[in-house]
């Protein structure tokens, strides 16, 4: 499964910007798509998971703020940042749970991330 995202870039405090990110190969079933982030010097982070079904989950420094979404006829997650904050800057990651029409079970899978950079 390879994970294409996009969308990052700079950002003022306050404005918005949606991330997107596609998942193709041969894939059988993604179970949970979702978004990461590392900030410089930090650990890699959860910011919000999407499952197959609908159900969300976010971090609580996100909520209210951050919408996650799923087409799941075309594969894709996303993120829509409303009102980010300069501490939101870090390198996004996606991620699927999911499993290929080769494999046995399911695995997490990572995109190669992007960069949203909030400017204050």
């Known amino acids: 499964v390879q994970l294409q995202a996009s969308g990052g870039g700079l950002v003022l405090a306050g404005g918005s910007l949606r991330l997107s990110c596609a998942a193709s190969g041969n894939i059988f079933r993604i179970h949970e798509m979702g978004w990461y982030r590392q900030a410089p010097g930090k650990q890699r982070e959860l910011v919000a998971t999407?499952?197959?079904?609908?159900?969300?989950n976010y971090a609580d420094s996100v909520k209210g703020r951050f919408t996650i979404s799923r087409d799941n006829a075309k594969n894709t997650v996303y993120l829509q940042m409303l009102s980010p904050k300069p501490e939101d800057t870090a390198v996004y990651y996606c991620?699927?749970?999911?499993?290929?029409?080769?494999?046995?079970?399911?695995?997490?899978?990572w995109g190669q991330g992007t960069l949203v950079t909030v400017s204050s």
């Open positions: 999407v499952m197959s079904g609908g159900s969300t």
């Open positions: 991620n699927a749970y999911a499993r290929t029409y080769y494999d046995s079970s399911s695995r997490n899978y």
